[in-house]
C-alpha cells in the first residue's frame, strides 16, 4: 500500500461517507463536503432508512463468540480520515490462531471484521468497497490489527459480499484519498461530463451538469426558457 509521511490533524480530516461521493462523481463531493450543498432525493432517504434500522440496537451486544459495535466512530492519523462503522464484529479466534485483538475484560483474541449497509444492490464500480477498506484502513490502525476482508450487506438482495482487503483496493484507496485531500486543500469543485448517471444524483438541480455541457451559456439559458414556454 501506498504510504504518508504526512500525518494530518483533526481539523483536516475528511469524512469516510465523501468517498463514496467521490467515486461516484468528484464534483458532486466537493458540492456536498467543500460548498456544503445537499439536497435528499429518493435514493438519500432510503440510504438513511438502512442506516438507521443497522444502528437500531443496543451499541453493543454480546453474543457466546461474537462482540457487535454499532455506530462506532473511526479514524486514520496517516490518511486524514475519519467516520463511523455501521456494525463491526469481533469474533472470537480459534485456540492457536493470533490474528486478533484482545478486548478488555475477555479472553483470547478476537477478529476484526466492519460491515457496511447498503440500500441497494452490489455495484459493479469500487464505490462502496472503498468505503469499506477506508474502514479497514482505520481500524487496523486504531487497534494494531490486520483485518483481511469485511462485508457489504445489501438491502436489494439481503445477502452479504465479502470483500478482500488485498493490495489493489488498498492502492487505489491510497491514490483516492490523496485526490480528495488535494482538492479540498485547493477548495477547487472540478467540472465535469454530464451524463446519464447525473439524472440519479440529488444534486443535479444545484450543480447544473448540463450547463456545464454548454460552452455557450446565453444559448443554454435561451434553451431552457424555450423549455418553459
Same mark, same amino acid.
Given at each position: 500500500?501506498?504510504?504518508?509521511?504526512?500525518?494530518?490533524?483533526?481539523?483536516?480530516?475528511?469524512?469516510?461517507?465523501?468517498?463514496?461521493?467521490?467515486?461516484?462523481?468528484?464534483?458532486?463531493?466537493?458540492?456536498?463536503?467543500?460548498?456544503?450543498?445537499?439536497?435528499?432525493?429518493?435514493?438519500?432517504?432510503?440510504?438513511? @432508512?438502512?442506516?438507521?434500522?443497522?444502528?437500531? #440496537?443496543? !451499541? %453493543?451486544?454480546?453474543? $457466546?463468540?461474537?462482540?457487535?459495535? *454499532?455506530?462506532?466512530?473511526?479514524?486514520?492519523?496517516?490518511?486524514?480520515?475519519?467516520?463511523?462503522?455501521?456494525?463491526?464484529?469481533?469474533?472470537?479466534?480459534?485456540?492457536?490462531?493470533?490474528?486478533?485483538?484482545?478486548?478488555?475484560?475477555?479472553?483470547?483474541?478476537?477478529?476484526?471484521?466492519?460491515?457496511?449497509?447498503?440500500?441497494?444492490?452490489?455495484?459493479?464500480?469500487?464505490?462502496?468497497?472503498?468505503?469499506?477498506?477506508?474502514?479497514?484502513?482505520?481500524?487496523?490502525?486504531?487497534?494494531?490489527?490486520? @483485518?483481511?476482508?469485511?462485508?457489504?450487506?445489501? #438491502?436489494? !438482495? %439481503?445477502?452479504?459480499? $465479502?470483500?478482500?482487503?488485498?493490495? *489493489?483496493?488498498?492502492?487505489?484507496?491510497?491514490?483516492?484519498?490523496?485526490?480528495?485531500?488535494?482538492?479540498?486543500?485547493?477548495?477547487?469543485?472540478?467540472?465535469?461530463?454530464?451524463?446519464?448517471?447525473?439524472?440519479?444524483?440529488?444534486?443535479?438541480?444545484?450543480?447544473?451538469?448540463?450547463?456545464?455541457?454548454?460552452?455557450?451559456?446565453?444559448?443554454?439559458?435561451?434553451?431552457?426558457?424555450?423549455?418553459?414556454?
Amino acid at each position: 500500500m501506498l504510504k504518508y509521511m504526512k500525518v494530518y490533524d483533526e481539523e483536516d480530516y475528511l469524512m469516510i461517507s465523501g468517498i463514496q461521493h467521490f467515486t461516484f462523481c468528484r464534483r458532486q463531493w466537493a458540492l456536498i463536503h467543500i460548498e456544503n450543498l445537499w439536497e435528499d432525493n429518493v435514493r438519500t432517504v432510503e440510504g438513511n @432508512i438502512m442506516h438507521t434500522r443497522a444502528h437500531g #440496537g443496543p !451499541t %453493543k451486544e454480546s453474543r $457466546k463468540d461474537k462482540v457487535i459495535s *454499532r455506530e462506532m466512530r473511526v479514524f486514520s492519523h496517516e490518511l486524514g480520515i475519519t467516520g463511523i462503522c455501521d456494525v463491526v464484529e469481533f469474533s472470537r479466534c480459534e485456540d492457536g490462531d493470533m490474528a486478533g485483538v484482545t478486548l478488555y475484560g475477555r479472553e483470547g483474541k478476537y477478529r476484526v471484521t466492519p460491515v457496511e449497509y447498503k440500500k441497494g444492490e452490489p455495484k459493479v464500480n469500487d464505490a462502496d468497497r472503498m468505503q469499506l477498506i477506508a474502514q479497514i484502513i482505520c481500524l487496523e490502525e486504531m487497534m494494531a490489527a490486520k @483485518i483481511e476482508y469485511g462485508y457489504l450487506y445489501y #438491502g436489494e !438482495t %439481503k445477502r452479504r459480499e $465479502k470483500v478482500e482487503a488485498d493490495e *489493489r483496493l488498498r492502492n487505489d484507496f491510497a491514490k483516492v484519498v490523496a485526490e480528495m485531500h488535494d482538492l479540498f486543500d485547493k477548495k477547487h469543485t472540478p467540472k465535469v461530463k454530464w451524463s446519464k448517471s447525473c439524472n440519479a444524483c440529488s444534486l443535479k438541480d444545484l450543480c447544473v451538469p448540463k450547463l456545464l455541457k454548454n460552452k455557450n451559456v446565453h444559448n443554454y439559458i435561451k434553451s431552457r426558457i424555450e423549455e418553459d414556454v
